[in-house]
């Protein structure tokens, strides 16, 4: 087989493993999730093993710990986040109101008029999205679809992650004994490049988001902001979507500072300070100390991988987005690197792409 077959091969299987990841997209969360996990927990299991525990029981109590851990978060964070929901819920008649209010004062009497004449019912508005919600709620309880998705996810998921740690070491051996022996080392070598890729940024980007929800849903509550916990949640849990994520995260917290505070400018001005403050130890501290250079992609791109992922796969093509450019950011620069000293390149003898 010639140079240029192995690369239509490869290509060929590359284009068929996006086809079926497409069609296959609705299905995925949960095991996306229980493969995120166990990359993420594997160092652990390794380690427990490493000391003379047997794997299997290593893989179930890293599995009871990390999921009962996520449990107690769940049921500590979850009513608090209803409570403030319900609240901006009760309150939102009455900040339509005052926004109105605010806005005839500051605007002139010209620009004006239009608001005053306008017929703001924010009762209706509630009752709407209460209504909404409900039908939309009633609906997901009662239909097949939604109890077909709970159980997709709240049971498979526990359980793939709990096979797959356990089972690692086993699928590592499977898919090493396919590799076609005379580029089994090369391709071993991409494997391990990937591998401290995806480690860097999933570790790494992880205790990111967890350490940017604490800070921000602390520093928030401590200045007085309205729906603290849900805002400080959110900011640091869509950080990992690179620039947007920040845009969102700080877009949320001045709005909310801004219905809040509106005569107030020293507290806006300290949420603003917040949000500075945040996004420079991000920037300039944590990510390049736990995330690192792992990623090694241009921001034009990243912000096209998580854009063009989202719109063909979904929630989880939004969520393997970053990963997977940075997976083919690894094989590209491999291939390039192949290219350089390949006979297409140089004009001398041929050299293949898959092996020494």
């Known amino acids: ?96 109101e005052e926004a109105q209010s605010q806005v005839e004062e500051v605007l002139p009497d010209e620009l004006s ?87 860097g940024y999933i570790r790494g980007q992880s205790l990111v988001c967890v350490i940017l929800m604490g800070y921000y849903s602390v520093a928030l509550t401590l200045v007085g902001l309205p729906f603290a916990l849900i805002v400080g949640i959110v900011t640091g849990a869509v950080s990992f979507i690179p620039y947007i994520g920040m845009f969102i995260g700080t877009s949320l917290g001045m709005g909310a500072a801004i219905w809040q505070f509106w005569d107030e400018p020293i507290w806006i001005a300290a949420v603003g300070a917040i949000y500075a403050v945040g996004l420079f130890v991000e920037s300039e501290i944590m990510v390049p100390r736990l995330v690192g250079s792992a990623v090694n992609l241009h921001p034009v791109w990243m912000i096209f991988a998580v854009m063009a992922f989202g719109t063909l796969f979904g929630f989880v093509g939004a969520i393997i987005a970053v990963p997977m450019a940075a997976v083919t950011g690894v094989v590209v620069r491999f291939l390039v690197d192949r290219y350089y000293r390949s006979s297409l390149y140089t004009g001398t003898d041929e050299t293949r792409l898959l092996e020494k």
């Open 113 to 199: 008029e239009p608001v005053q004449d306008a017929e703001i019912e924010p009762e209706g508005v509630v009752d709407w999205l209460r209504d909404s919600f409900a039908s939309q709620a009633g609906m997901l309880a009662q239909g097949v679809s939604g109890v077909i998705s709970f159980v997709l996810f709240w049971v498979v998921m526990p359980v793939v992650t709990i096979y797959l740690l356990i089972d690692f070491p086993k699928l590592i051996r499977s898919v090493d004994n396919l590799l076609p022996r005379p580029s089994a080392p090369t391709l071993r070598k991409l494997a391990k490049d990937i591998d401290t890729t995806l480690s």
């Open 1 to 96: 087989m010639t140079i240029y077959w192995k690369v239509f091969a490869w290509a060929g299987l590359a284009a068929l493993a996006g086809v079926l990841l497409w069609l296959l997209s609705p299905m995925l969360l949960p095991f996306v999730f229980a493969m995120v996990l166990a990359y993420f927990l594997d160092p652990i299991v390794r380690k427990l093993v490493s000391r003379g525990m047997p794997r299997v029981w290593a893989a179930l109590l890293v599995a009871f710990v990390s999921f009962g851990t996520l449990i107690a978060i769940v049921g500590t964070l979850v009513p608090l986040a209803v409570s403030q929901a319900s609240e901006l819920i009760e309150t939102l008649p009455g900040s339509l």
